[in-house]
C-alpha cells in the first residue's frame, strides 16, 4: 500500500522534525531532563495485563515533543516517557480535551443520550450547558474514551478482530494513549483516508473493517463517527481511534441510527475506490448481532 498526500481535516505540523530528542531543564522543582515527572502515579490506570512497553515507574519523566493533532473537542500532543539513565522509554499521545471556554463538542446531544449521571444538579448543568457542565461533558468525554478503548483492548487481545490504542492512563481530561506510529521520529500511522491501495488490499482493510464493527455491534457500542479520517492503517493493521462519542446502541434511542451511519460513511470509501460492499445488508447483520431486531 502506498500512502498518499497528507490532507487531514483538522490537521497540525509536528512542531518538531526528524529524530525527537528530549529538552533540558533548569526548573529545579522539575526533574534534570524532560519537562515534567511522570504522571502515572495517580492516573487511571489501562487494562491489565499491560503492554511490557508501558513506563509505569515513578521516577520516569514526561518530555513534550510537539503537537500531532488539533481537533474540535481536543488537541493531541506527543510526549516522551523515560527512566532517566536507561534506555528504557516510550512515545505516547496525549490527548487534551478543551477547557470549557474554548471548548467546541459538536452535537453532542444526542451521544449524550443514555448517559447519566448520579447527582440531578450535575445532569441539569449538562443540560443547560452552564461552565460546570461543560467542565462535566468533558470528562464524561474523556471517561467514555478512556473506558471504551480499555473494554476493546481487551477484546482484540482475546479474539484478534478488532484494533485500538492501549489506553495507558487517564487523569482529569488528558488520555495519555499507545502512539501509532514511528516511534523514532514520531511520524504518525497514515489514516484510512490518505492509503491508497489496490484491490486485494482494499478488500483486506474491508475485511478488518467490518470484523471491528462486528465487535462494536456484539458489545452494543457504536463509534458515534466512525469514517476514513478517524481509522489508521499501521503496516497493514486497521486501528480504530476518536472514541470519545461512543454510543451505547441500547440506552439511546438513536443507537441504531449511529450504527447505520457509521457503516455507510465508512462503506462509501471503499465504494469509490471500487469495492463493491453491501452496506445496507452489513447494517442489518450488525444490528441483529447487537440485539436490535
Not at 284 to 289: D, F, G, K, M, T
Request: aromatic fraction near 6%; charged fraction near 30%.
Amino acid at each position: 500500500m502506498r500512502r498518499g498526500r497528507r490532507k487531514f481535516d483538522d490537521e497540525a505540523d509536528f512542531v518538531k522534525r526528524g529524530r525527537l530528542e528530549p529538552a533540558l531543564s533548569e526548573d529545579p522543582d522539575l526533574p534534570e531532563t524532560g519537562d515534567r515527572w511522570s504522571t502515572w502515579d495517580g492516573a487511571l490506570h489501562g487494562p491489565q495485563p499491560r503492554p511490557d512497553w508501558v513506563r509505569t515507574e515513578h521516577g520516569a519523566v514526561d518530555t513534550e515533543l510537539g503537537v500531532l493533532k488539533t481537533g474540535k473537542e481536543a488537541d493531541v500532543h506527543l510526549v516522551r516517557r523515560t527512566v532517566p539513565g536507561t534506555d528504557q522509554g516510550c512515545v505516547l499521545a496525549a490527548k487534551r480535551y478543551r477547557d470549557g471556554d474554548h471548548r467546541l463538542f459538536h452535537r453532542d446531544a444526542g451521544y449524550l443520550e443514555g448517559r447519566r449521571v448520579r447527582r440531578s444538579r450535575e445532569m441539569r448543568a449538562m443540560t443547560n450547558r452552564t461552565a460546570f457542565g461543560k467542565e462535566l461533558i468533558a470528562g464524561q468525554w474523556a471517561a467514555a474514551e478512556f473506558g471504551a478503548l480499555s473494554r476493546l483492548w481487551q477484546v482484540g487481545q482475546e479474539g484478534g478482530t478488532i484494533s485500538v490504542p492501549y489506553p495507558v492512563q487517564l487523569i482529569g481530561t488528558e488520555l495519555m494513549l499507545e502512539f501509532i506510529g514511528d516511534q523514532e521520529t514520531g511520524e504518525a500511522a497514515p489514516r484510512l483516508a490518505q492509503v491508497r491501495a489496490d484491490q486485494a488490499d482494499l478488500e483486506d482493510l474491508w475485511r478488518q473493517m467490518t470484523e471491528a464493527l462486528s465487535v462494536l455491534a456484539r458489545t452494543q457500542i457504536a463509534h458515534g463517527d466512525l469514517s476514513p479520517y478517524n481509522t489508521l492503517v499501521h503496516r497493514g493493521r486497521l486501528v480504530i481511534i476518536d472514541m470519545p462519542q461512543i454510543v451505547d446502541l441500547i440506552a439511546n434511542p438513536q443507537g441504531a441510527e449511529f450504527l447505520a451511519r457509521d457503516v455507510r460513511n465508512v462503506a462509501g470509501w471503499f465504494v469509490a475506490r471500487g469495492l463493491r460492499v453491501d452496506a445496507d445488508g452489513l447494517i442489518e447483520r450488525l444490528c441483529y448481532e447487537a440485539g436490535l431486531l
